[in-house]
C-alpha cells in the first residue's frame, strides 16, 4: 500500500526556518525523481523542488530558489525539504510526491506550513 506521509509543518515568524520530511512507503522511492510541492488557499498546487534519484541534481521553482534546500535518504525511504527565510507567501500545505506517478491521483495528507507575525 502507497503512503506519503509529510511531517514537520507548523507556524513561524517571518524570517524562520522549517525541515519538512517525507515518508515514503509501498514503492522504492530510489528508483524515482521526487519532488515538493504545495498549494495555498485559493490556489493551484505547485512544484516547489525537485530531486534527481541520487539526490545530485535539484531543482527550485523561482521562487524559493536560494531559500530552500531539498534532499533525499534512499537509504530510509525519506525526502526532506529544508525552509529558510521564510516568507508569509509560503504559507500552504506541502505535499511530497514522484512526478512519475502522479498519474496514479494518490497524495498524502500534507503537512501545514504558516507563515506569520
Known amino acids: 500500500q502507497v503512503q506519503l506521509v509529510e511531517s514537520g509543518g507548523g507556524l513561524v515568524q517571518p524570517g524562520g526556518s522549517l525541515r519538512l520530511s517525507c515518508a515514503v512507503s509501498g514503492f522504492a522511492a530510489n528508483k524515482y525523481v521526487m519532488s515538493w510541492y504545495r498549494q495555498a488557499p485559493g490556489k493551484e498546487r505547485e512544484l516547489v523542488a525537485t530531486s534527481a534519484t541520487t539526490g545530485d541534481n535539484t531543482n527550485y521553482a523561482d521562487s524559493v530558489k536560494g531559500r530552500f534546500t531539498i534532499s533525499r535518504d534512499n537509504a530510509k525511504n525519506m525526502m526532506y525539504l529544508q525552509m529558510n527565510n521564510l516568507k508569509p507567501e509560503d504559507t500552504a500545505v506541502y505535499y511530497c510526491?514522484?512526478?512519475?506517478?502522479?498519474?496514479?491521483?494518490?497524495w498524502g495528507q500534507g503537512t501545514q506550513v504558516t507563515v506569520s507575525s
Open positions: 510526491n514522484a512526478p512519475a506517478r502522479l498519474y496514479l491521483g494518490y
